[in-house]
């Protein structure tokens, strides 16, 4: 058995690591109303998509990637000799690449393909990446590796703070939040991912700092009694109140393996200008 691990683009994970274990990446794109496209695995400035986002009047497209992109690596895969696959997907609580990628495992003959709904984002998503490569130099099968990715999903975390909820009522990617709409004026909404892969309305505080306290004290009493734990920071555009934030926890939590991350164009196309998360899986990564 030779077991390849691969990803959507959506984990975000360091181009060092992404080279290191030479992880296929299927990428997610995001079009804007005049025909842009920011495509993941393009070498692009994330300011520019930043300032393309603020000047639309419409908030972009996301596109997950083509059946044809997972069945060519799968191919690819294949020719080298690999006899499964395991694919970590972005939540299909708010993407379809999971659909995607399980369809055209059922299109291809000659490698295994097992597909993981990580039911989160970003570094989150990204760590089940790392976690699946560190068993499969450990020498599990891909079986009890999907298995073990399977118990860990039953304790994973995130929650999210936004400027304003716009751009994830018109994505679709909210749920619950009509109540929410049109009453936050100068509120900070509070979201969090829950069991069925999508993201619900928490709470709405007053101030910044009071919703990144939240963050930090929802986070930190969900890996109460937990032996191994790393929590990221997973953050957009705004990196200095986000490095900020990272040393506070850093410095209030010492004992903590503590993280920092940056989520791409389809996360901050759902989450708009001044997105940040705070997640956390239970084992130990290291990014930075």
Known sequence: MKIAVMADSTGYLPQEIIDKYNIPIAPLSVTFDDGQTFTENDDFSIDEFYKKMASSKTIPTTSQPAIGEWLENYEKLKNEGY????????????SGSYQSATQAGEMIEGINVHTFDSRLAAMIEGSFVIYSLQLVEKGYTAEEIIKELHEIREHIGAYLIVDDLKNLQKSGRITG????????????????????????????????????????????????????????????????EGKAFLQQLKDDHPHVNVQYSEFGPVVASHLGSGGLGVGYFPRKIEIN
């Not at 006899?83 to 708010?94: F, W």
């Not at 963050?215 to 032996?227: H, K, P, S």
């Open 83 to 94: 006899t499964d696959v395991i694919v970590i997907n972005l939540s299909s609580g708010i």
């Open 177 to 240: 939040a009509q109540a929410w709409v049109g009453t936050l004026l100068k509120m900070k909404p509070v979201l969090r991912f829950e069991e069925d892969g999508k993201i619900h309305p928490h709470e709405k505080v007053r101030t910044k700092k009071r919703a990144l306290k939240s963050l930090e004290n929802n986070i930190f009493e969900l890996i109460e009694g937990l032996d191994e734990v790393t929590v990221f920071v997973i953050n957009g555009d705004k990196t200095e």
